[in-house]
C-alpha cells in the first residue's frame, strides 16, 4: 500500500499570513496514463469533509483562488496565498494511483494564532 | 443540488451487525461509483470500500474484508454497507462519497454529512 505521509501536522498561521503542507508519498503516484492523481481535502471544525485539488493542481468547483496544489512524483504541496478565518481546519492529501486502497495522509491541522 | 445523507448509525455491541444507507439525490447515481470512508473519534479518514457504479467491482480495505458487505441499489439511487461481526475498532463516523464513473482514479468527490456507529458492551 502506499503510504502518504503530511508535515507538519499542526500549522498555527497569522490570518493574512501564507500557509504551506507539505504530502509525500511512498511511491509514485505518476499513472502509466501520464496523470498524476494526488488529491487534497480540506474538513473544517465538525463538517465532513471536502474535495479542494484533485491531478496535484486542478481546484474543484467554488474553492478560493487562494489555494494552490503543485509538486510532482512523490512530493506535493498544497499553499494558501492568504489564510482566512474560514481555512481552519484540517487538511488531507489522499492518493489514487495505486488503489485499491485509497490512502489519506495524517492530516494537518490549521489553526489560528 | 447534490444531497447524500447516510443513516443507520447507533449503539451495537461488538459481534453484532449493523446496516448503513446513503441516499443519495441531485445527480444520477449510476453514473457514480460510491465509497464509504470512516473516521475514528478524533483520528484521520480511513477508505473503507468502494462499488463501481454498476455494481460490477467492489474493493475492500484489509482492515473489514470479510466481514463488511458494500452494495448498492440504482432503482432507489441507494447505497448500502452490512456490517457484520462488529469489533470496537470499527467505532468511527462513516461517510459515503461519490466518484464519477470515467475518473480512472475513482477519487471521492462530495461526501455525506457521516453517521456515527459506537461499538460498545
Known amino acids: 500500500d502506499v503510504v502518504m505521509t503530511q508535515s507538519p501536522l499542526s500549522l498555527p498561521v497569522t490570518l493574512g499570513q501564507p500557509a504551506s503542507i507539505s504530502c509525500r508519498s511512498s511511491q509514485s503516484l505518476v499513472y502509466s496514463d501520464g496523470d498524476t492523481y494526488l488529491n487534497w481535502f480540506q474538513q473544517r471544525p465538525g463538517q465532513s469533509p471536502r474535495r479542494l485539488i484533485y491531478?496535484?493542481?486542478n481546484r474543484d468547483s467554488g474553492v478560493p483562488d487562494r489555494f494552490s496544489g503543485s509538486g510532482s512524483g512523490t512530493d506535493f504541496t498544497l499553499k494558501i496565498s492568504r489564510v482566512e478565518a474560514e481555512d481552519v481546519g484540517v487538511y488531507y492529501c489522499m492518493q489514487g494511483t495505486h488503489w485499491p486502497p485509497w490512502t489519506f495522509g495524517q492530516g494537518t491541522k490549521v489553526e489560528i494564532k | 443540488q447534490v444531497q447524500l445523507v447516510e443513516s443507520g448509525g447507533g449503539v451495537v455491541q461488538p459481534g453484532r451487525s449493523l446496516r448503513l444507507s446513503c441516499a443519495a439525490s441531485g445527480f444520477t447515481f449510476n453514473n457514480y461509483g460510491m465509497h464509504w470512508v470512516r473516521q475514528a473519534p478524533g483520528k484521520g479518514l480511513e477508505w473503507v470500500a468502494v462499488?463501481?457504479?454498476?455494481?460490477?467491482?467492489?474493493y475492500y480495505a484489509d482492515s473489514v474484508k470479510g466481514r463488511f458487505t458494500i452494495s448498492r441499489d440504482n432503482s432507489k439511487n441507494t447505497l448500502y454497507l452490512q456490517m457484520d461481526s462488529l469489533r470496537a475498532e470499527d467505532t468511527a463516523v462513516y461517510y459515503c462519497?461519490?466518484?464519477?464513473?470515467?475518473?480512472?482514479?475513482?477519487?471521492?468527490?462530495?461526501w455525506g454529512q457521516g453517521t456515527l456507529v459506537t461499538v460498545s458492551s
Open positions: 462519497a461519490r466518484c464519477y464513473y470515467l475518473d480512472r482514479s475513482s477519487t471521492p468527490d462530495y
Open positions: 491531478k496535484v493542481s
Open positions: 462499488i463501481w457504479y454498476d455494481g460490477s467491482n467492489k
